[in-house]
């Protein structure tokens, strides 16, 4: 909300010194967001001139300029160049004199064009920051100015003006007004507060004879559209009148652009008292007025030009002929205020906030109106809203005000609040005398009552937000003042900390972020052919929840895997140059259960906590949502340099990336052949613990590759963490390191092609025995001097004894050993 200083002390006693650093400071105290500072940015000298002559001069360039000679108050006249031509002699206008500044910033100096030293320069509006009007100079008389020559331009046309902005909350709606803020100001400095809405000039008693029908057959959550509808006649206005310069400085300020005399009057309204008012053409309107849902299909022509196909649920202004406008978000065309409009019919109407926050939505049509509507206007104001457009037609467009009019009203009354003694202190933590709690609630406008052991607090129409005696404490807290509530850092109760589960998802991001992958986060939503083929190793299409009301209605689906995430990332990433890339995120996938539906009925009241029924209910209609890890790997590992060539990154590393994670859980990993339909038919590893498929790492299809635009090697990894957490081991047991040498030998061993090397390795380990500390797979060869049909596996192997040197033979007798069993399971024999 934009506040222009002068017009918030109409309504408030604010210090002639005051600054928007004070200003802003106070209402800060009370709750709103410093935003920004707006002014006109303009200095002087810039003053009234009147054209004395002026010689049109035609240039090369095909353009032609005015050379002018400009009364401005001084011994004899300026000449200046002037590529405008909408004004003739006598035309009083906005000269800006050497050393003045215009937005921009744009400084005015005396310099030579076109022939001429200009010494200064006539102003159009869009150059004084008045408006976005350039199609010639600003012509004084056309704001219905005849100032004196000389006169100060600045003051003249309201440009000395500032406003300050802050950010107004949802739930404090009366706020988007000068009313609201001045009564804000008040709260933090306690200036006298003068009302709008009570001025005498707007205590009229309610027009009649407009037939006004209030229809709505299918009300939204229960609630009638339209609790309050008041209209108002101004007869013989001119439409064409120039709004006055404070009126479109002002408007300017508060960030609304001015458009013609009527439509800144309602606007200016709108500001002023927090109401949103409607201006018809009263002659093109056919009958009286009914306010009613859309039928499904009806068409509305709005104030933008576009035609609109309504929904069952909006709520429409109506005549004879049809509707009129889409209440509380736009007007229609049909009766639109034109410059020939002579009678105007005034709206001011208050709308359920749910119907219009939904109207706007769908029509993707926000509005300054819908903004203050969706969050709540005072029911009590209409009338005194109508009562100054009218005020405002008669003094600026010579209209004068006509009996006719209506006023329907069902706004139901705030109920009571019962405040128990000692209930505020209780809440906030802080000490407040029972006069300091009366004192802040009757600030704000509610009328308080004593009751029995408590406070009896009726807020005031204009705060819809209080519903609660929470609430009401919010707004005591709010007005005596949040530097009372004392800061107490709470002691943490010993013995508690993160969970097992939450201590080794922590280590599961530390050890990959560790070894030089980066983490992102990615959007949830997936297409369903993204998730046929990822979601699961079989081709086909998946389970999967789709959202009723998806951001993207072409990703209308909740993922089953990481994976697409992260191809969207890398894509995102290479299009921009970054092609080495080793990229992670830990996030939730929803596996819903085949032939389940999962709808959730009803929310339970935010009031009171669930039942355990409704708590079970809730669960129920939630899928299943375990926590993966994934990750995806292209481009080099390292880089070209001098002496070292590019190492790219493949399998190799999601299998070793696969390997930290599970050690980080400490968890035993079994990597095994595996397949997916997405995945390397060659290059696919299925990640084991306990017998359990945890996982898939590998890399993509080379031509599903080339599909996602990335490259032809991309290497990713997924694992199911939750799992894979829950199969790890409870307790770590801690090895004690060997103070005695090891021993190293190499084991070559001749099986069959289609026998795995994991199993052949897995074999060795079994049969090796305790002695055995580590094996590793370092080569599978198959060429010369292997028989077809057959390979050699190389393994590494360390032998160590806890106790002792183990001898060259203790090492070779458990080396035979595990070939031993690996020539039992798999008929391997060793390769001399």
Known sequence: MRVPISWLREFVDV??????????????????????????????????????????????????????????????????????????????????????????????????????????????????????????????????????????????????????????????????????????YAHATGAEFRDPALAPSLQHAPASGFPVTIDDRSPVRGRTGASVFVTRVVRGIDAGSPSPAWLVARLKLAGIRSISVVVDITNYVMLELGQPTHGYDLDALSGGITVRRAVPGEILETLDGQRRTLHAEDLLITDDSGPIGLAGVMGGASTEIGATTVNVLVEAANFDPVSIARSARRHRLPSEASKRFERGVDPAIADAAAARVVELLESLTGGHADTLGSRWNVAVPAEPIELPDGYVEALVGADYSDDEIVAALTDIGATIERALGALSVTPPSWRPDLTDKATLVEEVARIVGYDRIPAVLPTAPPGRGLSRSQRLRRAAAQVLAANGLTEVLSYPFVTSATNATFGSAVEGPVPAIRLLNPLDAESPFLRTSLLPGLIEVAHRNLSRGLTDLALYEIGSVFRPEAGRSYVSGPLPSGIVRPSLTELGELFESIPPQPLHVAALFVGAAVVHQPGQPAVPRGIADALDAARQLAASVDAALTIRQGAHHAMHPGRTAELVVADQAVGFAGELLPALADELDLPRVTAVLEVNLELLIELSAREVVPVSISSFPAATQDLSLVVPVEVPAGEVLSAVVDGAGDLLEDARLVDDYRGSGVAAGSKSVTLALRFRAPDRTLTAAEASDAKLAGAATAAQRFGATVRE
């Open 15 to 184: 210090p002639l010194d005051a600054t928007p650093e004070h200003l802003h400071a106070a209402l800060v105290s009370v709750g709103f967001e410093e935003e920004d500072v707006h002014g006109f940015e303009v200095s002087g000298p810039i003053v009234v001139g009147q054209v004395l002559e002026f010689t049109p001069e035609p240039q090369s360039n095909g353009k032609t300029i005015n050379w002018c000679q400009v009364d401005v108050g001084e011994a004899e006249p300026r000449g200046i160049v002037c590529g405008a031509h909408n004004f003739v002699t006598g035309d009083k206008v906005v000269v800006s004199l050497p050393g003045a500044t215009l937005p921009g910033p744009f400084p005015i100096s005396a310099r030579k064009t076109y022939g001429h030293v200009s010494d200064g320069m006539i102003a159009s509006a869009r150059e004084l920051g008045l408006g976005e009007e350039h199609d010639g100079i600003l012509r004084l008389a056309s704001l219905g100015l005849d100032p004196e020559v000389g006169a100060d331009a600045i003051s003249l046309l309201g440009l000395d003006d500032w406003a300050i902005e802050v950010n107004v909350t949802p739930d404090r709606g009366y706020a988007f007004s000068i009313r609201g803020i001045a009564r804000e």
